[in-house]
């Protein structure tokens, strides 16, 4: 079993940066894939970013690309998602989910992930 717990959201103004955090917990945290995840007021959840078990791999959807970047400490169990130069459109509130099964090739289907947080607010405005 894995929990995850999003923290970090908030309101910035747009060109401005935001960190959000993801902890995990659970013994076999460390061997999963983790995606963020957003979803905006009357959208459909749509992929972010993800980072492989070992760092070693990202992805990024072509809205995040350039601006955001994943990265994670596994001595306390975090995955992190820098968010810079945020705009408008990137108001929604952002999820973290773990893929087990995932290797090098990350995945970006949202039924590809197992487990999800409960999700953070992010607010940008104008």
């Known amino acids: 079993q894995v929990q995850l717990v999003e923290s970090g959201g908030g309101l910035a103004q747009a060109g401005g940066s935001l960190r959000l955090s993801c902890a995990g917990s659970?013994?076999?945290?460390?061997?999963?894939?983790t995606g963020w995840f957003r979803q905006a007021p009357g959208k459909e959840r749509e992929f972010v970013a993800a980072?492989?078990?070992?760092?070693?791999?990202?992805r990024y959807a072509d809205s995040a690309e350039g601006r955001f970047t994943i990265s994670r400490n596994d001595a306390v169990n975090t995955v992190y998602l820098q968010m810079n130069s945020l705009k408008p459109e990137d108001t929604a509130i952002y999820y973290c989910?773990?893929?087990?099964?995932?290797?090098?090739?990350?995945?970006?289907?949202?039924?590809?992930?197992?487990?999800w947080g409960q999700g953070t607010q992010v607010t940008v405005a104008s």
């Open positions: 980072i492989s078990w070992s760092g070693t791999s990202t």
């Open positions: 989910a773990a893929d087990r099964l995932a290797g090098q090739v990350l995945r970006s289907e949202i039924e590809a992930y197992e487990y």
């Open positions: 659970g013994r076999t945290y460390r061997a999963y894939a």
